[in-house]
């Protein structure tokens, strides 16, 4: 009950408390860049940035958590990452045979049960790859896991909203806690 509380306070907290009670750590929350979609996300922004490797989640960032493959749309967004030598590997929360599926049928590896934010595999794409952390982007639909774990690991954030979210009081309640960290992200980006 005290954690519920403790979550509602959170909730409903303004901005400027929060930044005061979270300081410099609460940085580790906002996304470097935030899109509706994957396909949303301008390849110049990890062309640019140097970026030759993107860690991706699957669930609600590819594909929903009913859709076991992946979609047409996905092929050509990887293709169009790669053309641009991007290479791509899935780190998802998902058991092993969720994961699996999807992953190969695009040829690309993965890791599954990765208990983002943990960065375990995030480290480890990294080192087989001989990439260092500012070469590598994350992208992913949860503030908590895939954020987080990208900057605990040193890479750019990439945030898009969840195709379809689970309808459980948990999902509902973790996507009520985002909402000030994707605020802090739209106010510290306005033009």
């Known amino acids: 009950m005290r954690n519920i509380f403790a979550l509602l306070i959170f909730v409903f907290m303004?901005?400027?408390a929060l930044i005061f009670i979270f300081g410099e750590s609460m940085a580790l929350l906002?996304?470097?860049l935030v899109c509706k979609t994957v396909y949303e996300i301008p390849i110049k922004y990890f062309t640019d940035k140097g970026i030759r490797l993107l860690l991706l989640d699957i669930d609600n960032t590819l594909v929903t958590y009913d859709d076991e493959y992946p979609t047409e749309e996905n092929k050509k967004w990887f293709k169009l990452v790669?053309?641009?030598g991007i290479d791509i590997v899935f780190i998802s929360n998902n058991k092993e045979d969720r994961v699996k599926k999807y992953a190969e049928k695009t040829g690309y590896c993965y890791y599954a049960g990765a208990s983002k934010?943990?960065?375990?595999?995030y480290r480890e794409a990294m080192r087989k790859r001989k990439l260092e952390p500012n070469q590598c982007a994350a992208v992913g639909d949860q503030i908590f896991t895939d954020v987080l774990a990208a900057h605990?690991?040193?890479?750019?954030?990439?945030?898009?909203y969840p195709i379809k979210d689970k309808q459980s009081v948990f999902f509902k309640l973790k996507r009520k806690l985002e909402i000030p960290f994707?605020?802090?992200y739209l106010h510290r980006n306005k033009k």
Request: charged fraction near 20%.
């Open 117 to 121: 934010p943990r960065i375990k595999y």
């Open 182 to 184: 994707l605020a802090l």
């Open 14 to 16: 303004p901005r400027p």
């Open 82 to 84: 790669a053309d641009n």
């Open 152 to 160: 605990f690991a040193g890479c750019p954030a990439v945030f898009v």
């Open 30 to 32: 906002i996304p470097d």
